[in-house]
């Protein structure tokens, strides 16, 4: 645990796509001294650094030998390489972020989890979205679920084509759902196809949990436009969230218990109700949330969790729990059983 008002030295281990924003909002934060960044290209890192006023270094060894005295550092690098990194610096007490997903299969992330655990070391998982205002909106109101759909789609961006859409972007809602969920994982049913590469680029999974719940996802990298939305069934609550948009709405049972009843009563009688508006009957409450960047909350939190010596609610155990349930999802769409489809390449 540092001292309340100590400042914190911290470090960036590749800065591509979503490093250099780590380093950025690290940058800016009160209390925080960007030290360095770490990156196998020369000109990206050179070029952060300059920009930030921190250090380069080509190597993660060489940025350990060069600064012993981290607190935390964020582990950006391809997916591949995180268990390297974590074996290097969670045995030192070097606090981590590791983006997500926290590894390539469960057998790494489990072996990451186990090196936190084992070392008393903190570790999160960069799964962002838990931070945007729509999904904590969402988290503080305690649902217990009984259906969740889920749907991601986008236009190919070209950047993780090395990976299905499962590990791309199905990641994302995996967690969410698991965290909503808050109940063992029975039965995963998927399917997907490559279209554009050799791995899904489609994919809809469906979950089934312990205490019941049931979640639906589906993910595209093939859509026109981008879409992110939510919906999650309660017994006493429903509730719909647009990602994008960062807006949601509510329809709870207490709400809407009088006026309900009171159509129930016309039915009753026999009364035609045809014509009866049901969006001006039923009462919709809009979600309260907070404009604020996702990413800068997640690093913040982290960071808070470093000074407090508290373990992140996004833990390695969250992570290794993701990345189990995309393996599983992966498998069944391999499994998957097409009729009258010969010579359709599955994955």
């Known amino acids: 645990m540092k001292q309340e008002n100590a400042r914190l030295q911290v470090a960036v281990v590749g800065v591509g796509r979503m490093g250099r924003h780590h380093a950025r909002i690290y940058h800016e934060l009160e209390g925080v001294d960007l030290v360095a960044v770490a990156d196998a290209d020369a000109e990206r890192r050179s070029a952060l650094a300059a920009e930030f006023s921190c250090r380069a270094h080509a190597t993660l060894e060489e940025l350990l030998r060069e600064h012993p005295s981290l607190d935390a550092v964020s582990i950006a690098t391809p997916t591949t390489h995180h268990l390297a990194a974590a074996e290097e610096l969670l045995p030192r007490g070097v606090a981590c972020l590791i983006e997500k997903p926290l590894a390539a299969s469960s057998a790494d992330a489990a072996a990451i989890a186990t090196l936190s655990a084992e070392h008393s070391t903190i570790c999160q998982v960069g799964h962002t979205e838990r931070f945007n205002p729509a999904v904590r909106a969402v988290t503080e109101m305690d649902l217990r679920p009984r259906f969740i759909e889920v749907d991601r789609v986008a236009p190919m961006s070209f950047r993780s084509v090395d990976v299905g859409v499962v590990f791309d972007l199905m990641i994302h809602d995996l967690d969410i759902v698991l965290m909503l969920s808050r109940s063992p994982l029975k039965e995963v049913h998927a399917v997907g196809v490559g279209v554009l590469s050799d791995k899904e680029d489609v994919a809809n999974a469906r979950l089934e949990f312990e205490d019941g719940c049931v979640a639906n996802l589906t993910v595209s990298r093939l859509a026109m436009k981008t879409e992110r939305k939510l919906r999650v069934f309660s017994e006493k609550v429903y509730v719909t969230l647009d990602f994008a948009r960062r807006s949601g709405m509510a329809i709870s049972t207490t709400e809407n218990r009088a006026s309900i009843d009171a159509v129930r009563e016309k039915l009753a009688r026999g009364e035609d109700l045809s014509d009866l508006d049901y969006l001006a009957l039923v009462k919709m409450q809009p979600l309260q949330m907070e404009e604020e960047e996702p990413l800068r909350a997640e690093l913040q939190y982290f960071l808070s969790c470093v000074r407090e010596g508290r373990n992140p609610a996004i833990d390695a155990e969250a ?18 059983h097409w009729e009258g489809f010969e010579g359709m390449r599955l994955v």
Not at 321 to 329: P, W
């Open 319 to 336: 992570g290794r729990s993701a990345v189990d349930a995309a393996e599983r999802v992966v498998q069944s769409i391999r499994e998957h």
